[in-house]
């Protein structure tokens, strides 16, 4: 009897056949089941999307509308799979999908991570690679974001700086991409033996990564060689070169890998003084800065939650949060002037603004928000619940039909029943009691026990 294996080198030369034969419709059928069979052999990945590729004529969009019913029920299966974690069966169905839209970016992700959940990386980053690539979503940040620290896992510092680049360039208040580009671009050269070389911050790996590659325990003191304490390191080489910006840069992010703020804070703010004012090493003091103030809240929140009794505590809990509320609206209010296109700097401040309920300065950030894609449907619903707030009934209820078709039951069902459950009620407080039952009813259909909804219903029927 065959091994697995040997079905499925069969089938991927039968595909190949094809191939040549220009039926890509067998030669995908073959690939599939190459890759069914062994799912960690990367070439059989690659032929199987290639094939799948020229199927479609490289239309960059796969079957097109008739398949998205299928393709809605492939996805709310795999919210399950993922949910439970097995990731053969998260594969499975995300190949499965592919057969439909092999350019589908959700679905090569969900490859992705199912290969590196299982130790398949070198199929997990090609399957990242069509995620981002053409016909994807290459400014889809999350999938980026993933995408590097997949390489960064695996070891491919260069690469992986290459896509943090891009993460920072979709994101630029996003200091982790920040930290991470210094850090794969140190371990680069340091994996190249370059470590007392260095010249730029290219030559400064972070400590977690440190730790990771040589097992060190951080309760551990002993140092036995040079490279084994970075931080003592990282000293000496200032003490040599006191004036080299990156070199405190990275002391900074030492600190603040062990969140150790107020050290890392003074470590940057030299960085800062000696790069003639870097605006870039600003934000990471300020950055810090809204670090240290959050963690100042959590800790009275904590305190007053401990003593309930105690008014002194709550108030103090109030006025710390009320104080990480207004630096955080003046350091991104300073930020959308630098960054005038960064839809997401733009949506974070308008949350800051909605929490202080001054709808008149968070309605028209939500409103350039929505026109970036990956924030449309967020704003939108934020948009409506602010024109709620603000008594504009007529105003909410546009920004919630707009919103309405891009959302589904099942890949975001709290959202879907928000809005809704929003619609339902400006409606019924308009007296149109049949829209509204209609809403009410989309609602009942998926969670039956929401909010208030069936008393709702039962009100309107008498």
Request: glycine content about 4%; aromatic content about 8%; some cysteine.
């Amino acid at each position: 009897m065959s091994s697995p294996e040997e079905i499925a080198k069969l089938c991927w030369q039968r595909g190949a056949q094809a191939v040549n034969n220009e039926d890509f419709d067998y030669a995908t059928e073959m690939f599939y089941r190459s890759v069914t069979l062994v799912p960690d052999n990367l070439a059989y990945r690659q032929s199987l999307r290639t094939a799948e590729f020229k199927k479609y004529d490289n239309n960059l969009k796969g079957a097109g509308m008739m398949s998205r019913p299928k393709l809605v029920r492939i996805r709310s299966k795999l919210s399950r799979a993922k949910s439970k974690g097995d990731w053969d069966e998260v594969d499975k169905l995300a190949e499965e999908g592919l057969l439909l839209n092999p350019w589908d970016a959700g679905l090569n992700a969900a490859v992705g991570q199912a290969c590196h959940q299982r130790g398949y990386n070198t199929v997990a980053i090609f399957a990242y690679q069509v995620a981002v690539g053409p016909g994807g979503e290459p400014d889809n940040v999350n999938l980026q974001r993933e995408f590097a620290k997949l390489l960064q896992a695996d070891e491919k510092f260069k690469e992986a700086a290459v896509v943090w680049s891009k993460v920072h360039k979709l994101a630029p208040n996003d200091g982790e991409a920040r930290s991470n580009i210094t850090a794969c671009q140190f371990e680069e050269a340091r994996q190249a033996g370059k470590y007392d070389e260095a010249g730029s911050t290219r030559d400064v790996m972070p400590t977690h990564e440190i730790n990771k590659r040589l097992g060190k325990d951080p309760k551990n003191k002993q140092v036995d060689a040079p490279g084994m304490d970075p931080e003592k390191d990282l000293l000496h080489a200032i003490r040599k070169d006191p004036n080299r910006v990156e070199l405190h840069q990275k002391l900074g992010e030492f600190y603040r890998d062990k969140d150790e703020l107020e050290k890392a804070k003074e470590a940057y703010q030299k960085a800062w003084e000696l790069s003639d004012n870097d605006q870039n090493i600003k934000e990471v003091i300020e950055d810090i800065e809204l670090s240290q103030l959050a963690k100042q809240v959590d800790d009275a929140r904590t305190a007053a939650k401990a003593s309930p009794d105690d008014e002194s505590l709550r108030k103090q809990a109030a006025r710390l949060a009320r104080q990480l509320l207004d630096r955080e609206i003046e350091v991104y209010s300073e930020r959308i002037e630098r960054y005038p296109q960064n839809k997401r700097l733009k949506f974070d401040l308008a949350r800051r603004f909605q929490k202080l309920k001054r709808w008149g300065e968070a309605i028209p950030l939500f409103q350039q928000a929505s026109l970036d894609p990956r924030l449309e449907v967020e704003s939108l619903v934020a948009l409506g619940k602010c024109f709620l707030q603000d008594n504009k009934p007529p105003l909410a209820e546009k920004q919630f039909v707009k919103a309405l078709p891009k959302v589904s039951s099942e890949d975001n069902p709290e959202t879907f029943k928000d809005l809704h459950y929003y619609l339902a009620r400006i409606y019924e407080q308009s007296k149109r009691y049949k829209e509204a039952e209609d809403h009410y009813g989309e609602i009942l259909a998926i969670d039956y026990d929401y909010k208030d909804v069936l008393q709702r219903m039962e009100n309107m029927a008498e």
